[in-house]
């Protein structure tokens, strides 16, 4: 039970990576508050896992939902007031919520563009300016943040997503130089291509072309990602900082 007595927040927990990152923390025991766009997700990630801890939504280690675009600055700020009002303190803050609008930069629309990188870039942000009072004060925290291969080694098709995701790198970089000395570590996790409803709607054609590209041979599972985000979110990371970490199966080295 790595994380007993700890509280965490997970974006985008309602389905994916975040859903399965949402899972682990709270099978190690930690309590979570499951954050997504949409209430009814977000609720049915937090009542698994209440159902799985046999904890009521009234217990003291229930896991708890939240509805929320984490673009949307003043309503971010209003959830992590909430958050830190229901749990007392943040430990560990996951922000995995992110989204694709695929196209040429050519003609790719300003919304399309916006929309990634308020969503991938400015909802990190924003959620982390959210909870960082209460981790300076009580001089302890693990933010990490998912970004992608993407950010590191760019992708036609993708300059939006790239983009939010390069961002997300440089973010956590210097937030991690800015927190050290509180020893709150922030690092992020850079997956490769992970089997989820992101990556459903790709062409068999183009799935093919990715999985001769990963020297492991098989796409990774949202599980892989969460195994990457226990270990940094835990005391055996506690001198990690500043890092990418790929979970790619050897797609970028
Ligand atoms: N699947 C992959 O291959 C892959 C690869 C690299 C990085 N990633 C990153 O991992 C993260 C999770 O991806 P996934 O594959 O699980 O995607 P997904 O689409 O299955 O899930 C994304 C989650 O984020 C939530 N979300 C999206 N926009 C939001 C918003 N504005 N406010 C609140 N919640 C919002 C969604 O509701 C959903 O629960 C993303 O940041 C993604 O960019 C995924």
Not at 80 to 85: R, S, V, Y
Request: overall charge neutral.
């Amino acid at each position: 039970m790595r994380f007993e007595n700890q509280n965490a927040i997970v974006t985008g927990a309602g389905r994916g990576i975040g859903q399965a990152i949402a899972l682990r923390l709270a099978a190690e025991g930690a309590r979570v508050a499951c954050v997504s766009r949409t209430e009814e997700n977000a609720k049915r990630i937090a009542d698994e896992i209440n159902l799985i801890r046999q904890c009521g939504p009234d217990s003291p280690n229930s896991a708890k939902h939240y509805a929320v675009d984490v673009a949307d600055h003043p309503a971010v700020q209003k959830i992590g007031a909430q958050i830190l009002q229901d749990f007392t303190k943040i430990d560990i803050l996951v922000n995995n919520a992110g989204v694709t609008r695929d196209g040429l930069a050519m003609r790719m629309s300003v919304e399309d563009w916006d929309a990634v990188i308020n969503t991938n870039l400015r909802g990190a942000f924003n959620f982390t300016q959210s909870i960082i009072r209460g981790m300076i004060k009580q001089r302890s925290g693990r933010i990490i943040n998912i970004t992608s291969v993407i950010g590191l080694i760019g992708n036609a098709g993708q300059t939006n997503y790239a983009a939010s995701k390069a961002g997300l790198i440089g973010f956590t970089k210097s937030l991690a130089r800015e927190l050290a000395s509180r020893s709150i570590t922030v690092n992020a996790i850079a997956p490769g291509f992970i089997t989820t409803d992101m990556t459903a709607g790709l062409s068999d054609e183009i799935k093919k072309t990715i999985q001769s590209q990963i020297p492991l041979g098989k796409t990774g599972t949202s599980e892989d990602v969460a195994n990457a985000v226990a270990f940094l979110a835990s005391a055996e990371a506690s001198y990690i900082t500043g890092q990418v970490l790929c979970v790619d199966g050897g797609m970028v080295m």
